[in-house]
């Protein structure tokens, strides 16, 4: 207990400052500010046909509850532009508001977005409340190594990519910092979690190195994505497209080797105390059983959880006049395709991985004991 204290006492004033200027720069052109309203009145609404589209305009009266506007009323127009998915605003609507200026000097007004902060404040106190009552002080210990991870990643790891170092390296070497942090905050310090880290790091370096092979491979450029050409028109083309793709597939894999190498060392753990003078085959092949029962129903989560993702994508597939061998071929596809079985290949590997270190060092350490 006393250990842990101190490592999070350590942990807090290292890592708890996160600079501003990381998460609070202003993006916006010096010609334009984003303001915050609610709509207090729906002054006209209207139904438009553009097309084969019915299309809904809407004259919002609308409170600035902050900016340079603030305590004053405006009126938007919405859907004056044909947008898919047009909302329908009703009084009481939180909304995100651009000003701008056109030819003529004249202020210009339209909806950029709803705010969603309350939202996500409710999800998130919900999700608290449910880790701190069920997990108790492990759960309180998770929520730390989170905050921390969070901390680590845009103090370190976002600005690091941003400034277009290698985002390989940067992710490896922020990886050595979120592993052991979040392992000993969760599970404590005991050798079942030293077991479980040393597992991960060596799947995810695997996985890091089927991922290299298969995107070059491929052929895969990591444009598949509008925002990757954003960033690179943006920013110059500073960006290793490439890095960034594996990158994103290294650090998708971390939260779930969690998972997988604790349990999978626990299972160890367990059958060794149960029964003591178990030998090494058969420790490694019990705990195997219990681990192919893993590896099942983890595929089976993996396949839900990128269908889920990729809905919109997979969509593609339906009545699509291309053949199913073409579609599957374009980079968007590919991409994802690779990212979730290569994920899932190091996953995979991480449940034999663990079971021979975690047998060999309980069996060895029970010897030891002994004598």
Known sequence: MIKRIIFLIVLFFTFFIIPKNVLAQDKSPANQETLEGTVVEVIREDIKIVGNQQNLIQDLQILITKGSLKDQKIVVKAGSI?????????????????KSFDFEGNQV??????IRRK??????????????????????????????????????????????????????VASFIILPVNFFLSHGFNKKTSIALISTLIALIITGILAKFFV??????????????????????????????????????????DDITVSQSAIVQQLKESNPKINKKELFTRSMNVGKDHIASMI????????????????????????????????????????????????????????FLATLI??????????
């Open 119 to 172: 939202a996500l404040l409710f999800v998130f106190i919900i999700f608290l409340i449910l880790a701190i009552i069920i997990g108790k002080w492990r759960g309180v210990t998770s929520l730390i190594g989170l905050l921390i991870s969070f901390i680590i990643i845009f103090k370190f790891i976002l600005p690091q990519i941003y400034g277009g170092k290698d985002p390989v390296l940067i992710v490896i």
């Open 216 to 257: 070059d491979f491929a052929h895969l450029t990591g444009y598949a994505s509008e925002e990757v050409g954003f960033l690179q028109v943006t920013k110059g083309g500073i960006f290793n497209t490439k890095g960034l793709l594996l990158a994103g597939i290294i650090i998708g894999t971390l939260g779930i080797l």
């Open 82 to 98: 044909p947008l898919a998915g047009q909302p329908k605003y009703k009084i009481g609507d939180q909304l995100l508001i651009t």
């Open 300 to 355: 089976n989560t993996l396949i839900l959880v990128y269908t889920g993702a990729a809905l919109p994508l997979l969509l593609l597939f339906i009545d699509n006049p291309q053949p199913f061998g073409q579609i599957i071929n374009y980079e968007i596809i590919t991409e994802e395709i690779i990212r979730a079985l290569i994920g899932s290949s190091g996953l995979i590997l991480a449940v034999p991985i663990t079971t």
């Open 109 to 114: 007004f339209y909806i950029s977005d709803f």
């Open 362 to 371: 309980f069996i060895n350490y029970k010897k030891k004991l002994k004598k």
